[in-house]
């Protein structure tokens, strides 16, 4: 008697849970040494902190003073407020050490610090400088002079300023009541007094963290499981003995899903137990404690982020051919999981329906909400939905590559699927590192100057990017397919259907922006930078033309649209290249609220090189798409195209749709 298929789902659970319960060096590193590690760490580490505090605070010190430039009073009444406990001061003339700082640049203090070291018989120590003003009536004027890499110095820096507040609020005080009888101020006394629970406090606090330190903890406790069950069977070659059996494929992945979600979950448990134990033995000041049932129970809301990352890993893993390979894979994947949900960092985020959709990012919000006792229903529904939705994609995918004709493909079929991929990882490496210096460089150059650092970015960083990876990938797998051969000429005729097909794409993607704009609120920090305001409201035309609209358009086609998506469409699967290299050049921006229309642009794009077999037109309709933004935002389109835009819009949407249609001829490809 056959048995049944819901009961297979079952069987496998249980084989599995079986090999993961007998590795027991892995479960115990895993389950139990957490629970017993987080209390003496954190117990270990703040008594180290305590004693060093104790033992610093209690360390004789000698502090230099110069005090010459002062009244004799003024001295002795400094003299008497910096000679506190442990505390022995040395006169010195520290005259010469303001003049060495006064006269260097920033960037060299050698001989200021040498001169430190002279003055102070080796450096372990702090100057403090004491002037008053000459001439007008002022105030006094202290300089403390450390080396903030020495904890002797820091420690008598420290000392040396408090003292000074200290004496500096007390003499404030004595003036005040000597002028006046009375202090004027007194009346007006603030006292700040927070109204909110210790229950909001601690969860607010919570909120703030704990989102990004549970994908940690998933990531890294369902690790095991998930390179034990896919990567480990796969190298010891028991998964092609199991593919082999008539069982149906979906059932053995959900079983295999739920042993790695089992051991997720327990990782998870011991390691909350684990912090939970050392808040409670006094090792760690965590937020939170005073968080009541009710607040505990709505963080039931991470649950679906939870049946997500143990997709995410059983798909990661699946792929991996060995053990070794699927542990390279779980650092950056660790990272490209924490990124989303920072989220929490920004105060003024609001949560909503169109964050609630994004992965990772709409269950950080909606846990941080949860935790502040403010949980949205209509964004956390959101959040469940789509996070269950697309796990049940990952593990569809994750059936896919569990394919038994492909796990037991071997000799030259082997060798050839692994030649195929070649151009899809050559795409993935090009547009990943777009990707990555945008986030490192780009980021960088644009905050120190704006202007620069946008054309920097482009012409110096991304164009020798695109330009070496087409050579180097043209001599790693020889010629392209013609589909795959996106630098070479085209026909005129497709570059005026590109420059008329703007106007209708603009507005499209204007009103995608407005309606995503209703879901997804701009925060009040997403202003744009003073001196790009300056340039576009200032600059000529031309001027705009140039940076905002062909600068972008030929460095990121020649990337995305001829390197990227020619390296991916070598593999013969020109959906798949074309919203992969859209992704890329989407994740390129480096905006959560231009993802969507970004994404939706590229895909255009990448649709009109492939079909027109070149990358200029898509160079040519990306100019001109970004000249009809720039000019009609900042009302300086001419007359006669905004008289005529809604004719324009009809004749660029003939012309849009007859674009594909004007590839290369017959004979020319």
């Keep these: 008697m056959s048995r049944p298929a819901g009961g297979l789902t079952g069987v496998v659970l249980r084989a599995e849970l079986r090999q993961l319960l007998r590795d027991r060096r892995a479960l115990f590193a895993a389950v139990v040494l957490p629970v017993l590690l987080y209390p003496l760490l954190l117990g270990g580490t703040r008594r180290m902190e305590e004693a060093a505090e104790e033992s610093m605070g209690g360390r004789d010190l000698e502090l230099f003073v110069d005090l010459e430039g002062v009244g004799a009073e003024t001295r002795a009444a400094l003299e008497e407020a910096l000679a506190g406990p442990h505390t022995t001061l040395t006169p010195c003339s520290a005259a010469g050490l303001l003049e060495v700082q006064d006269s260097l640049p920033s960037a060299h203090r050698a001989r200021l610090r040498t001169h430190f070291e002279e003055l102070t018989n080796g ?62 101020a007194a009346p007006l006394a603030v006292e700040a007094r927070n109204i909110a629970s210790a229950e909001d406090q601690g969860g607010r606090e919570l909120g703030q963290f704990l989102p990004i330190l549970l994908v940690f903890l998933l990531v890294s406790g369902g690790s095991y499981g998930a390179l034990t069950v896919f990567a480990g069977e796969r190298e010891a070659g028991t998964l092609e003995t199991l593919l082999t059996t008539p069982a149906d494929r979906g059932h053995l992945v959900r079983g295999k899903f739920l042993c790695v979600l089992a051991a997720t979950g327990a990782a998870l448990l011991s390691n909350l137990a684990g912090l939970a134990l050392a808040a409670a033995m006094g090792s760690a000041d965590l937020p939170g404690g005073a968080l009541g049932a009710g607040r505990l129970l709505s963080t039931a809301v991470f649950l679906p982020t939870v049946v997500l990352l143990t997709a995410v890993l059983c798909l990661a893993c699946g792929r991996a051919r060995s053990f070794r390979q699927g542990q390279q894979l779980l650092f950056p994947l660790t990272l490209c999981l924490v990124v989303p949900t920072t989220v929490v960092l920004v105060p003024d985020l609001e949560h909503s329906i169109g964050l609630g959709l994004v992965p990772l990012a709409g269950a950080a919000l909606s846990l941080r909400d949860a935790l502040r006792g403010a949980l949205t229903p209509g964004p956390t529904l959101a959040m469940m939905v789509s996070h269950l939705a697309l796990s049940a994609v990952l593990l569809r995918r994750l059936a896919v590559l569990l394919d038994a004709e492909r796990a037991l493909a071997g000799g030259a079929v082997r060798a050839e699927a692994a ?46 990017l695109a330009l070496i990876g087409h050579l180097r990938i043209g001599r790693a797998l020889g010629p392209a397919t013609p589909s795959a051969r996106l630098f070479g000429g085209c026909r005129p005729s497709a570059l005026v259907a590109a420059a008329l097909a703007a106007p209708p794409l603009a507005w499209a993607v204007e009103q995608l922006v407005a309606h995503l704009l209703r879901w997804l609120p701009l925060p009040s ?55 992969t290299s859209a992704g890329l050049f989407a994740l390129a921006h480096l905006s959560l609220h231009r993802l969507p229309p970004t994404f939706a642009l590229g895909c255009v794009l990448g649709v009109v090189a492939w079909r027109t077999r070149s990358v200029w037109p898509a160079v040519v309709l990306h100019a001109a798409y970004n000249a009809w933004a720039v000019l009609s935002g900042t009302e300086r389109l001419p007359e006669l195209l905004a008289d005529n835009a809604v004719l324009l819009r009809w004749v660029g949407l003939a012309a849009l749709a007859a674009l594909p249609f004007l590839g290369p001829r017959r004979e020319e490809s």
């Design 419 to 464: 030649q195929r991929r070649l151009g899809t990882r050559a795409g993935h490496v090009v547009g990943g590192l777009a990707v990555l210096l945008m986030l490192a460089v780009g980021t960088r150059l644009q905050a120190q100057a704006p202007l620069g650092g946008l054309l920097g970015t482009l012409w110096l960083v991304l164009l020798p």
């Design 123 to 184: 450096g372990r120590t702090a100057v403090v400088l004491a002037t008053e003003p000459e001439g007008t009536e002022g105030p006094l004027m202290a300089r403390v002079f450390a080396r903030r890499k020495d904890p002797l110095s820091r420690e008598a820096s420290s000392r040396g300023r408090a003292r000074l507040r200290e004496w500096s609020r007390r003499e404030g005080e004595a003036q005040r009541l000597e002028l006046l009888a009375v202090d004027p």
């Design 525 to 579: 920090s997403a202003a744009a930078p003073s001196a790009l305001v300056d340039l576009v409201e200032g600059g000529s035309t031309l001027t705009l033309v140039a940076v905002f609209a062909l600068s972008p358009a030929v460095v990121e086609e020649l990337l995305f649209r001829g390197t990227v998506l020619g390296a991916l469409l070598r593999d013969g699967r020109p959906a798949r290249a074309i919203l």
